[in-house]
Structures are given as structure tokens and as C-alpha cells.
């Protein structure tokens, strides 16, 4: 039995394979402190290592989703090489949420500032509520981004778009974040349309989202030859499963598909 700790700062709940797993240190808009930082770092281990979970959706309680790292610890921040630690130790944890294998979902209930739009970042998919406010306000700050900003923002919505967002520091609302392609739904309630999300997406193969899913990131970033060559390598192995055996089957026999994830 996988063993879950007992977390201050976040909930995690696991329904019918979708991992929610919300933030929840709301008197500081849920702030991203060093200890929630660790905090989300386990609670992706646990999720790394949990076999029933097939999508997980990452939100915040109460009126934001999260509002950037915390503040009052980069306060203290001077020493460069300790900041870029900090730096570096985010970018981790972000990373961890990139590299896991199922599909994931940001519902983005409220803010999503700095660090907040960060993990956002990290996340495949992007749901809005319609009060969201998303940005990257660090400049504000005299800081810039330093959880995968300035990196994974141009890559999803382009440089003339990032850097209008970057240097400004503005709020965007969902609308406009639609818009820009930083979001991918906006509705009333972000977290049941995150679930509406996550469910038809689990309609499909398990195996064939994991490989699609590794396409897209192995191939962002190695030229396009390449790219295609790992496209070529996972579509092959696509073909080698029980899934996709399955799928195609059904669709001849005009029925339902029943993926085993094999
Ligand atoms: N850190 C710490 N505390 C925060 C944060 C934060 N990011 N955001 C809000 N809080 C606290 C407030 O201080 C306040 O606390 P208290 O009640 O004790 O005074 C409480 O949460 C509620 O906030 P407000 O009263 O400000 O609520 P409002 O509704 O008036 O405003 C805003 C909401 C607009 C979201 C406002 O709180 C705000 O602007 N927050 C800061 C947003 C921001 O600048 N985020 C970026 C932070 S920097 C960052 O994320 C960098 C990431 C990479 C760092 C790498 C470094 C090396």
C-alpha cells in the first residue's frame, strides 16, 4: 500500500484515477513558501509512484490558484548563489510536474501569479475560471521569474507575446489568456471543467496518452528531424500494445473500446 504523508499545505485526494491535489494555505493566497514548495514536491513522488493514478488536476482554495512564491522569504534573498539555489530548487519541482507521465490539468480557480502561473506552466493543460487573473508581475519586483517563466511561457504562446506579459508584469483575465493561447478553457467553475477535461480524456488509451504526451515534450526540444524520428520511435511502440489491438478493433466492430493501460 502506497504510503501518503500527512501534508499542512495541500490536500490530495485520488477519485475514480484523477489525482486532485489543491493547495491550500489561502491567508497567503497559497503562496508558494519553501515548505510547499517541498510539500508539492512529495505530493509529486507520491503520484510518480501511485499506479491507480491516470490524470492529476493541480488547484488552490479559496480566491486564488496560487499567488507567486512567497514573497516574504525572496525578501531575504541576496547572496546570488544562494538565490539561484532557490531558483534552481523551484525549476525541480516544476520539473517533476512536467515529467509526469499522465495528462495533467492547472484549474486555475483564482490568481495564478509568478510562481503560481510557474506551476501553472508546467501543467499540460490550462483551465480558467472566469475570474482568474494570471500574469507574471516579478519585474514589479525588481525580480524575474525563476520557476521556468521566462522559458516555458515563449514556448507555449510565443516571445512577442511572453515578453509583453514579462515586461509589463500585467493581470490578464481568462478571456485574454484564451486569447494567447496561455489558457485552454475558461468556464464558471474551473475545477469541475478540469474534471470534464480529465475524463474525456481518460476515454482514451492509457498508453498511447503516455507516449503521445513524451512525443510532444522529447520533441520540443531537439530539431524538427529528430523530433520526428521520436515520433516514429513511440508511434511503433504504440502499435506493439493490447490498446491499440483494442482500439482499433472496436472502431471495426463498431463498439466502445475497453483499454487495460497494456
Ligand atoms: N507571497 C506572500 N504573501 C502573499 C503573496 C505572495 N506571493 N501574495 C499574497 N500574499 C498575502 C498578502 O501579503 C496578504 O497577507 P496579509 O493578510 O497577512 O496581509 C494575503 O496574502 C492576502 O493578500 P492581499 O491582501 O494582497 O489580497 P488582495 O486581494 O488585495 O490582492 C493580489 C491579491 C493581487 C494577488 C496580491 O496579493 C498580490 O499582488 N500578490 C503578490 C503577487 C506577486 O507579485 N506574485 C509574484 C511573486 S514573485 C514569484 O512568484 C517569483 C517566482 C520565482 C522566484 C524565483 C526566485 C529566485
Redo the contacts with the bound molecule.
Keep these: 500500500v502506497l504510503e501518503v504523508p500527512e501534508f499542512e499545505h495541500l490536500r490530495y485526494e485520488v477519485e475514480d484515477g484523477i489525482a486532485l491535489v489543491t493547495l491550500a494555505r489561502p ?3 497559497n ?2 513558501s519553501g515548505e510547499v514548495l517541498r510539500e508539492l514536491a512529495e505530493v509529486v513522488e507520491v503520484i510518480h509512484q501511485d499506479p491507480e493514478v491516470r490524470a492529476v488536476i493541480f488547484t488552490g482554495e479559496g ?2 490558484f496560487v ?6 522569504e ?1 525578501a531575504a ?1 541576496s547572496d546570488v548563489f544562494v ?1 539561484r539555489e ?2 534552481l530548487l ?1 525549476q525541480e519541482v516544476m520539473n517533476a510536474v512536467a515529467a509526469l507521465p499522465v495528462p495533467t490539468i492547472a484549474a486555475i480557480n483564482g ?1 495564478a ?4 502561473l ?1 506551476l501553472a506552466l508546467a501543467c499540460d493543460l490550462r483551465v480558467a475560471s472566469v475570474k482568474a487573473k494570471l500574469g507574471l ?2 519585474v ?2 525588481g ?1 524575474i ?3 521556468g ?1 521566462t522559458q516555458r511561457l515563449p514556448r507555449l504562446i510565443g516571445q512577442g507575446r511572453a515578453l509583453d506579459l514579462i515586461l509589463t508584469g500585467r493581470h490578464v483575465s481568462a478571456e485574454e489568456a484564451l486569447q494567447l493561447g496561455l489558457v485552454n478553457r475558461v468556464a464558471e467553475d474551473a475545477l469541475e471543467a478540469a474534471k470534464d477535461l480529465a475524463r474525456t480524456i481518460l476515454k482514451n488509451g492509457p498508453v498511447a496518452l503516455a507516449l503521445a504526451k513524451e512525443a510532444v515534450a522529447r520533441g520540443a526540444d531537439v530539431p524538427l528531424a529528430e523530433a520526428l524520428e521520436i515520433e516514429a520511435d513511440l508511434f511503433g511502440l504504440a502499435c506493439s500494445t493490447q490498446d491499440m489491438r483494442e482500439g482499433t478493433r472496436a472502431f471495426l466492430e463498431k463498439r466502445a473500446p475497453e483499454f487495460k493501460g497494456e
Design positions: 491567508k497567503a493566497l503562496a508558494l480566491k486564488a499567488a507567486g512564491a512567497d514573497i516574504s525572496i534573498l538565490s532557490y531558483s523551484g490568481y501569479l509568478g510562481g503560481g510557474e508581475p516579478e514589479g519586483l525580480l521569474p525563476g520557476f517563466g
